[in-house]
């Protein structure tokens, strides 16, 4: 069993900063890309924040590109975002995502995992 624990979500005012964590929990193999999406109020689809490879290879959409930073301690199994200038249009669930190697009926096969959400509001 694989747990996706995320936290740090919260309630900032507009040019404020929060810092999101993301905990991977279970029996792996190896953890290989990471990524943060959001889900705006209102919006059926989750918005892809951030991505980084194992190797520590980053990615940003431009809408928080200069503002947000994914990072990894893979020795704790955790994936971080360091979210700088918030704005309001910032404000939805945040997800975590992580591509996971492990066994499975005696096979070792890639699983995709989601966390729970941790809800980011920015408002004055």
């Known amino acids: 069993q694989v747990q996706l624990v995320e936290s740090g979500g919260g309630l900032v005012q507009p040019g404020g900063s929060l810092r999101l964590s993301c905990v991977v929990f279970?029996?792996?193999?190896?953890?290989?890309?990471m990524a943060w999406y959001r889900q705006a109020p209102g919006k059926q689809q989750r918005e892809l924040v951030a991505t980084i490879t194992s190797g520590g290879s980053t990615n940003y959409p431009d809408s928080v590109e200069g503002r947000f930073t994914i990072s990894r301690d893979n020795a704790k199994n955790t994936v971080y975002l360091q979210m700088n200038s918030l704005k309001p249009e910032d404000t939805a669930v945040y997800y975590c995502n992580a591509d996971v190697l492990r066994w499975g009926a005696g096979l070792l096969k890639g699983y995709a995992y989601w966390g729970q959400g941790t809800q980011v509001t920015v408002s004055s």
């Open positions: 279970g029996s792996i193999f190896r953890l290989n890309n």
